[in-house]
């Protein structure tokens, strides 16, 4: 294996979520650990945006205490992006740009960490920089609450968020229950495709404190069916909370709430609403007083409530990439491989990058019910592993400390 | 003093908060203590319609376990209630039957866990039952996430509701920070009179990740000021991060969320959906997109994130009420006397019920910058003791652990 020296380019993209700068963190530690061969980390501010404009971090000049705070900060500390780079075939401007710099600032390493979209991004990097002959190890590390990535076993932030909403369901239901007659509440859950997000609610359930009907985008949402499920559950126990993915579709695979036509930069469309609309319908033709709660951002920012088992595989990934790099691996993404789930053990591996760009790895049909409205055993046992373990934040005065990056 | 033999009747009032239990396990605590004097501590399901209907929890009938995950779970352990009752010299139904119950189960000491409204309940049952000549000692234990009652430094409820408040708006900022064109978010705050829950946010923007904006329902909203403001932090950041309260009022006094003529049976309006309001004339008028956040029930429901010293105040305000009530004092609420800030010092104290019932206390105009947009200083020195320290859950399996009370 060739000896490659010079500089490891790194840039988040995508959805934030809470441990993202936890894979920044195992990156720039594994790249001190081997600084015979990786000068210096350089990150792009808002991913391959920072590049483009020449904006960037260097690693180098950041105060170890806010490097440790990685483990602990939301969000992305470096800025991400939504942007969708051409086909170099059909537009080059963008990739002459990352060439000059790339030779400007003697990357050796480039690490892009998101979802599907960014490996779409690595990959058509990978791509360009071999057709002009320029040596590069590229390295994709898997983010994404969605939990849609394939080829890997769950992806990191996905534990977190599933356990910020396993106990935040736990908690709205305590609520609810506090009121003799309650209504019916519905809480929206984040996830377009993959209903994985909206599953994780079922820990509450199986507590005791959770809804008693779970909707996930891959059952075709009828919305009769909708209406006969809370009214048999109204009926036995005059309440119902209900999980609803925000990205329910009906039989013809439209979305119910597509009250909005916006897209993002990648087509997809902007969603949101479908709780209120559900809580319409069960207002205005069922007279059933319902409130809607959208769970929102905070879901997969709740750095307060992580899993230190997903904090810890997050760094462990970066560490994982920077390993492969060192070691001549390129074009791949790093995955989670699971080799026993009692006890739980995993290993991490790799999988080749055009493999997995742009595919989605939904629920499985046994770990959905047979009535398309709840979760089985499957799935808990499943999730149960992921949820595991706290990553207390660092408290001073109550509050949080966040890592603040520096720039000159 | 008059020694009183006989049981605690107890029972928590209006909307739930992490800490009413708290208060629960303090006056359970406390009369187990003083089990010479308190029988049992009997508590109304549900309130005072446990109390109609004959629906109580026997504390000695509890598993020690569930009596002390008290201290760690949300909402209403014993269910609560938004039940009015009448003034007895025009209906005098509900105070029979808690006359006929207050002799068959020799209740001598009658406690209510609540806010305003609960006061009320309290003081009018006094009322009657000297009206009647039944011996009943009547101690109001205060809760409110809305810290809006009178005569207390502060309720208990609000500082874990504050301080999940400044932790998620911190979060919610770090998300919107992560690209590089944000939108305008509005995150919606409860309190319907009083803005103690949205100035919370302003902990927030202290550390660097909060709200630039923040309206208050003490001040009049004018949507053109907030359109101007809106504007200036637009222009200079590309960002906006906005807090609302649910309450905002318009010159005249109306909510400027009114969509809902629907009222509660305190003829409170209920409220929501000024955020959604907010945004749509970002959108529409000023052609910025923003997105809106309502916090929802979780913000008075966040057992996972409580304040310390608020769950420590909740207990030991529990536990005050019951020596009161030994001791011979009645239709007092037990109240939160700050006796110094630096050092954090306070005292408990009681006020008398007749004074406190139906009164709401907003925030002082100290408090609120002369712009009518922001917080000042002086409610960040009174706010930060209140949010100190962290009562972690007890996480069993990656989530928590809540009292279940039995019934038989």
Redesign the interface.
């Known amino acids: 294996m060739k000896k490659l020296k010079g500089n490891l380019l790194y840039g988040?993209s995508g959805g934030?979520t809470?441990v993202i700068n936890a894979s920044a963190y195992g990156i720039i530690k594994e790249a001190k650990e081997n600084n015979d061969l990786i000068e210096d980390v350089i990150v792009m501010r808002?991913g391959i945006?920072g590049a483009l404009n020449e904006d960037f971090f260097f690693i180098s000049e950041q105060d170890e205490v806010d490097i440790e705070l990685l483990k602990h900060?939301?969000?992305?500390a470096f800025?991400?992006?939504?942007y969708k780079i051409a086909n170099f075939k059909e537009d080059e401007t963008d990739y002459v740009r990352l060439l000059f710099l790339f030779q400007k600032y003697n990357i050796k390493y480039f690490f892009y960490n998101g979802g599907n979209d960014s490996m779409d991004t690595c990959l058509k990097i990978s791509q360009y920089m071999k057709y002009v002959d320029y040596e590069v190890r590229v390295i994709g590390i898997p983010k994404t609450i969605d939990n849609d990535l394939p080829y890997t076993d769950h992806t990191p932030g996905y534990g977190s968020a599933a356990?910020y909403i396993?106990?935040?369901m736990?908690?709205?239901?305590?609520?609810?229950?506090?009121?003799?007659k309650g209504k019916v509440?519905i809480v929206e859950i984040m996830g377009r495709h993959a209903g994985w997000l909206t599953a994780a609610s079922h820990?509450?359930t199986v507590?005791?404190?959770g809804p008693d009907l779970i909707y996930l985008p891959e059952v075709p949402f009828s919305i009769e069916q909708f209406k006969k499920d809370v009214r048999r559950v109204y009926g036995e126990k005059q309440q119902c909370l209900i999980a609803v993915s925000e990205g329910l579709k009906n039989e013809e695979g439209m979305f119910i709430s597509s009250t909005s036509a916006l897209k993002d930069a990648f087509g997809h469309f902007q969603l949101g609403g479908v709780c209120t609309k559900l809580s319409q319908i069960l207002n205005n033709e069922m007279r059933i007083t319902s409130?809607s709660?959208?769970l929102?951002?905070?879901q997969?920012?709740?750095?307060?409530?992580q899993?230190l088992t997903d904090v810890n595989e997050a760094i462990e990934v970066g560490r994982q990439g920077v390993r492969y790099a060192i070691a001549g691996v390129t074009d791949i993404m790093v995955t989670i491989n699971r080799i026993s789930t009692n006890p739980y053990k995993i290993e991490y591996g790799k999988h080749p990058l055009s493999e997995i760009a742009n595919f989605e790895r939904v629920i499985p049909p046994e770990m959905i019910n047979k009535e398309g409205n709840g979760i089985t055993q499957e799935f808990i046992t499943y999730v149960?592993p992921l949820?595991?373990?706290?990553n207390?934040p660092p408290?001073v005065?109550?509050?949080?400390q966040?890592s603040?990056m520096k720039q000159k």
């Open positions: 988040q934030p809470s808002h945006n900060t939301p969000g992305s800025g991400s992006v939504r356990k396993a106990n935040t736990m908690e709205i239901s305590c609520d609810m229950l506090a009121y003799p509440t820990l509450a507590k005791g404190f409130r709660i959208e929102g951002t905070v997969r920012s709740a750095s307060h409530l899993s149960n949820i595991q373990g706290e207390t408290y005065d109550g509050v949080q966040f603040i």
